[in-house]
């Protein structure tokens, strides 16, 4: 985007506009927290964890593909590094989690971000996704905190 100011101004919209269809705003990370805040500094971004994660440290989340079906798919995640943590799991909209095994869930506003807990039944947990007419996208780890 340094190769001209106009090129740059005539490149927000479309940066925008595909931000917020993936629930996305431009921010910063916070000094403090070091999570992601909106412009003001203040305001988590849409599509954030409901509730931040513990602090304490980090750990390692692994995604391992399970069984897909013509409508959904599993998904199992392993932690290391903790016996306590958050993971931040995104999927990509219109896809939605529709179970979950091995961990105490929660959700941004969109549905399409999980902060999963650890609940002491180890440190592996899973999900189904109903593909909704999205059958290419798979989940992403955001973030893994350990606490």
């Not at 931000?19 to 910063?28: A, D, E, K, V, W």
């Not at 305001?43 to 013509?70: E, L, N, Q, R, Y």
């Not at 941004?108 to 971000?113: A, I």
């Not at 609940?119 to 592996?124: A, C």
Request: charged content about 10%.
């Amino acid at each position: 985007m340094h190769d001209g100011i106009q090129n740059t101004r005539d490149a927000v919209p479309q940066i925008m506009a595909n931000l917020t269809s993936r629930n996305l705003c431009p921010g910063m990370i916070s000094p403090t927290t070091g999570r992601a805040v909106a412009p003001d500094g203040t305001t988590p971004p849409t599509g954030g964890p409901t509730t931040p994660p513990p602090g304490g440290g980090s750990c390692t989340a692994t995604i391992t593909p399970g069984t897909v079906f013509g409508d959904r798919y599993n998904t199992s995640v392993t932690v290391t590094g903790a016996n306590t943590w958050a993971v931040v799991v995104a999927i990509t909209a219109p896809q939605k989690i529709v179970t979950t095994w091995n961990g105490n869930p929660t959700w941004d506003s969109s549905g399409n971000v999980m902060t999963m807990r650890s609940n002491g039944s180890g440190n592996t947990f899973g999900f189904t996704t109903m593909f909704n007419g999205n059958s290419s996208a798979r989940p992403q780890i955001r973030s893994c905190t350990a606490g």
